[in-house]
């Protein structure tokens, strides 16, 4: 599975941002999709994930209400739409990939196999 991240820049606090990730894998429904992202000197985070099969969605507690995670079997792609950016949503962001259970979500960075090369996301204030 060979992922592709884009839709990142530069952006100021309050815009909005559309993350996309379009995917090779050829049973795109099976998998749990989601998005990481890792600042500065800190560790990789969980964002937002996905479960393709059933439509299920989990957030960090620092994006809920902000970010909103979808896919589109249909074109192989997952999104990413970001709202109300605040500058500590600076990082770069990562989708990753895990063939999963019908339903199933995955949230642990280590259940992640496949990821895409990350796409930079600039908030300035």
């Known amino acids: 599975v060979q992922l592709q991240a884009s839709g990142g820049g530069l952006v100021q606090a309050g815009d909005s941002l559309r993350l996309s990730c379009s995917s090779s894998?050829?049973?795109?429904?099976?998998?749990?999709m989601a998005w990481f992202r890792q600042a500065p000197g800190k560790e990789r985070e969980f964002v937002a994930a996905i479960s393709l099969s059933g439509g299920k969605t989990r957030y960090a507690d620092s994006v809920k209400g902000l970010f909103t995670i979808s896919g589109d079997n249909a074109k192989n792609t997952v999104y990413l739409q970001m709202d109300s950016l605040k500058p500590e949503d600076t990082a770069i962001y990562y989708c990753a990939a895990a063939e999963v259970p019908s339903a199933v979500i995955v949230t642990n960075i280590a259940l992640y196999p496949y990821w895409g090369q990350g796409t930079q996301v600039t908030v300035s204030s």
């Open positions: 894998g050829r049973t795109f429904s099976r998998y749990s």
